[in-house]
Every structure is written in structure tokens, then in C-alpha cells.
């Protein structure tokens, strides 16, 4: 509607100051015409405004001038009150701040949107956390912000999965990222852009020196980058497994991650065929999980390392685990080097 876009107009040069006809038009996906036309509805409404034209040219309101109009739509209210269902404020300790901002939202409202926004906060619930994902390290995001937020190298120890000891690394932050419940820092290192996950970092210090990023490159940008990269990169070991059909949406669920392709499911018999990716040999074993649900049929290679495995937790479990007298004078199992305990 026409009126939605002048407010926005507006409110786009009240925030930015001077802005070209040309990104007006392309940010509301109109055309430039359009949008001149849109200035003359706004200076004849008395909103004062101009343009210059030039290579430094733009659109731009007079100095001084500032609007309290919100112009909040119904919709837009709701998408706003839907924000504090996400839960990644608290991680970044604006829950209060957030809890003030949309108090000063549901006064500026209009008095008939103001009940549908209040009642979607108790409506809506956004849990980012997955099933069964375990207890997790908290991450402690507070120097990571400072980093982004002021434009400063940082000095990393970051434990790498699968290391016992962490490493030291210098890198230039672009951003923060949650995805699934898990907070990421998107830095470059070296000059290439490198993923961190927030719960790994043993501890971060904030450098003198300002942050060195690539030239016109923003946090989505290399976000999208490394996205591609976790997801597309290939595995060591690509395995054909058949899944009874019963345990079907269990498998796609937990095997999610290695799946290479749907399972090629015609709706008939009792085993499903499904193409799995592991980044090792080795990496098969975990398999044995789904224990005679799954079965492995191809590369040979694979299907007797699952063997292997499977001979090994037998031969761990023929014997009783020894036993040793307690202090109390009750025995106590005694683990076998190897087991977990």
C-alpha cells in the first residue's frame, strides 16, 4: 500500500540520513519514478524533504526534523513480541533490555493492535534447542560481543573437537551466529574465514589493534561462506545400509547428518535402502547404535569394520567385571581398562 511505503520512506531517512533514489526504490522494490513520486506525496503533506541530485546526490529530510509516528501494523506488532520467544537474548544478556524495548513498543502501538501483540508472546513459543541433545558447556559471549561490537581483533584458546589441548589463535570477528541452539563466532583467520564455536573457546581477550575484515564483506556474507562449506563438504566413506521400515523415521531423525539422499522408499517390504556419508572408516561404528535395525551392506571395507566393532563390545561383555572390596566391606564392580566408568 501506498501508505505503508511513504512511512517507510520516512523512516528509512530518519534512521540513514541521505539515501539514493536508486536503493529507496530497489529496498521497497519500486521504481525510481515511483519513489520521487512518493517525495512530492510527503513534501505536499508537509514532511520536509528534498532531494540533490549529483554524484553525492540522495534523498534526505531537513535537519532537525523527527517523527514519533511508529507505524506498526498489526503484523508487524505480532513479529515483534514473537522476538522474545527466541531465546537467544538471554545468552547475550538483553533479556531485560528486550523486556523494555517492547514495553515502550506496546505503549506506541495503536490501542486496537494492542491485545493481539500482547497475547502472542503466550501464544507463540520458539525452542531452538534440539531433542535429546545432552547437557551443553555454556558459552560465555560476553567478550566475543565486545569484539563485535567494538571492532577489535581478538586473541582466541579454542579447543578443537577431538583435542585434548587448546590452541591460541588471533582472529578478525564479523559476527555472532546461533544456529540450532548453538552460538557460533564467524571470524576470519589469516585472511579466511573460519568457524568457532562459542563453547569451546577456553578463553578470549580483546587486542589494541582494530579488526582487519575483507573489504565488502559483511557477517552474512561469510556466514553463508562456511555454511556451505560444513554442508557440502564430503565424507571419507559413503555406505549403503537397508533400515526395517518400522524404525524408518526414528533413522532419518538420528542419522540426519550423514544422510546423503532420501531412502529410497517404494512403500513396500520390510527393509528401506538409504546412502549414508562418514567421514572415516572408523566413523561406521556408530552403526552399531541402531543394533539389528540397520544392517550394512556396502562397501565391503565398511561392513567389516562394523564387524570389528561389533566383536569388540562382544568380547567386552562375555566376562563379569571384577570386583573389589569397599571400605564398608561391600563389593564394588572393578572396570577393565577401557570401559567406560
Known amino acids: 500500500m501506498k501508505s505503508d511505503r511513504l512511512l517507510s520512506i520516512l523512516l528509512l531517512l530518519q534512521t540513514r540520513g541521505r539515501v539514493p533514489a536508486h536503493e529507496l526504490a530497489d529496498r521497497l522494490e519500486v521504481s525510481v519514478r515511483t519513489i520521487y513520486r512518493d517525495i ?10 528534498y532531494a540533490e541530485r549529483g554524484r553525492r546526490g540522495g534523498i534526505e529530510l531537513l ?40 514495553r515502550k513498543v506496546m505503549a506506541a502501538l495503536p490501542a486496537p493492535y494492542r491485545p493481539a501483540a500482547e497475547v502472542t508472546s503466550r501464544r507463540i513459543l520458539v525452542d531452538a534447542t534440539r531433542w535429546r541433545s545432552g547437557p551443553r558447556q555454556t558459552a560465555d559471549l560476553e567478550v566475543l560481543q565486545d569484539a563485535v561490537f567494538s571492532d577489535r581483533r581478538l586473541r582466541l584458546r579454542y ?11 588471533t582472529v578478525d570477528p564479523y559476527g555472532l551466529v546461533a544456529k540450532a541452539g548453538v552460538w557460533y563466532l564467524v571470524a576470519d583467520r589469516r585472511g579466511r574465514p573460519q568457524l568457532f564455536r562459542a563453547d569451546r573457546v577456553r578463553s578470549a581477550r580483546l587486542l589494541d589493534d582494530p579488526v582487519r575484515r575483507r573489504p565488502g564483506v559483511e557477517l552474512a556474507d561469510a556466514w553463508e561462506v562456511l555454511r556451505r562449506q560444513v554442508e557440502e563438504r564430503n565424507g571419507g566413506t559413503e555406505v549403503t545400509v537397508r533400515v526395517r521400515r518400522s524404525f ?33 572408516l572408523r566413523a561406521v561404528r556408530q552403526l552399531l547404535a541402531f543394533s539389528d535395525r540397520v544392517e550394512l551392506l556396502d562397501p565391503p571395507e565398511a561392513r567389516a569394520e562394523l564387524l570389528a566393532g561389533a566383536r569388540s563390545v562382544t ?20 572396570y577393565r581398562p577401557g570401559t567406560v566408568g
Open 315 to 334: 568380547a567386552l561383555y562375555q566376562e563379569p567385571p571384577e570386583a573389589e572390596l569397599t571400605a564398608g566391606g561391600q563389593e564394588e564392580p572393578k
Open 40 to 49: 512530492e506525496a510527503l513534501s505536499a503533506s508537509g514532511v520536509p524533504v
Open 248 to 280: 524408518l523415521d526414528i533413522f532419518r531423525r538420528m542419522a540426519a547428518a550423514e544422510l546423503t539422499a532420501p531412502p529410497d522408499d517404494d512403500g513396500t517390504g520390510e527393509w528401506v535402502t538409504a546412502r549414508l556419508t562418514y567421514p572415516g
Open 63 to 102: 535537519a532537525g526534523f523527527r517523527t514519533d509516528v511508529t507505524g506498526l501494523t498489526a503484523d508487524e506488532s505480532r513479529a515483534l513480541f514473537i522476538l522474545a520467544a527466541q531465546g537467544a537474548h538471554a545468552a547475550l544478556g538483553l533479556d531485560a533490555a528486550l523486556g523494555s524495548a517492547l
Open 159 to 169: 579447543r578443537h573437537s577431538g583435542q585434548p589441548e587448546p590452541r591460541t589463535y
